[in-house]
């Protein structure tokens, strides 16, 4: 059974920082890309950042220079570290593992970020 346990989230003041973390499990992780998404109030959910399994990471253009997205495969977990939040920020955040060779797509049940002062 593929479990992925999202925790971190909570409330922030504008200009502060989260760090998300993602904890795996029933998967060789390793040989997963995992990525970040967000789904805020009335919007469709979109990619925060991803690492694919050999290391290549991607950010949304939003994020860039403010989210760092790190993962340990001894650990099988990914982060997510969120600094400079802004009021854009809030969104419930969801963990994700996608492997396209086997179909695999497995999501967390998601972590709300609050950016408010």
């Known amino acids: 059974q593929v479990q992925l346990v999202e925790s971190g989230g909570g409330l922030v003041q504008p200009g502060g920082s989260l760090r998300l973390s993602c904890a795996a499990s029933?998967?060789?992780?390793?040989?997963?890309?995992m990525g970040w998404y967000r789904q805020g109030p009335g919007k469709q959910r979109e990619l925060v950042a991803v690492?694919?399994?050999?290391?290549?990471?991607n950010y949304n253009d939003s994020v860039k220079g403010r989210f760092t997205i790190s993962r340990d495969n001894a650990k099988n977990t990914v982060d997510l570290q969120m600094n400079s939040l802004k009021p854009e920020d809030p969104a419930v955040y969801y963990c994700?593992?996608?492997?396209?060779?086997?179909?695999?797509?497995?999501w967390g049940q998601g972590t709300q970020v609050t950016v408010s002062s």
């Open positions: 690492i694919t399994s050999g290391g290549t990471i």
């Open positions: 994700n593992a996608k492997r396209v060779v086997s179909s695999g797509n497995y």
């Open positions: 029933g998967i060789i992780f390793r040989l997963y890309a």
